[in-house]
């Protein structure tokens, strides 16, 4: 088998562990959120007071499509804006008690996931691993 099959096969082993992975993280009580509330919820709880715009800079899509998200995560009662005291216009987004113990949640299957990938590969594999998707991420593929 030439390398370039074999490089092709993998990425798709890859993406068949990635969706494996997502519907782990879609399982138990998260199932009733979607992968993309997840993401938001793991965004505003990585960087703590983010508002909607840098949200949607980070991810560049839309801002009204970035607050559509929002609202509907503040609807569910899992995030809050906070209005800033040095700009009123301005607001920061927090997670609720409610989103922290979701946030809790997922980071347990991620905890769990890297639990059984450490049983299977060595230290230097997992760098490796690390560099290598680093590697293609600069590439700007």
């Known amino acids: 088998m030439n390398e370039e ?8 082993d890859l993406s068949e562990l ?3 992975f997502q519907t782990q993280l879609l399982s138990g009580e998260l199932k009733q959120y979607t992968l993309r509330q997840l993401y938001y919820i793991e965004l505003i709880n990585k960087y703590e ?28 009662e899992i995030v809050t804006k906070i209005r800033s005291e040095d700009d ?3 607001y920061f ?3 609720t008690p409610k989103g922290k113990k979701i946030m809790q949640m997922h980071m347990q299957v991620h905890k769990n996931t890297i639990k059984k990938i450490l049983k299977i590969l060595t230290l230097e594999e997992v760098e490796n691993f ?3 998707v680093n590697k ?3 590439s700007n593929l």
């Open 88 to 90: 009123k216009r301005f």
């Open 5 to 12: 099959l074999e490089l092709v096969e993998a990425m798709d």
């Open 136 to 138: 293609i991420k600069m």
């Open 49 to 76: 007071g983010i508002s909607v715009s840098e949200i949607s800079k980070k991810l560049d899509i839309k801002k009204s499509t970035v607050s559509i998200a929002i609202n509907q995560l503040m609807d569910l």
């Open 130 to 132: 690390i560099q290598i």
């Open 18 to 20: 990635i969706k494996k």
């Open 93 to 95: 987004l927090q997670l």
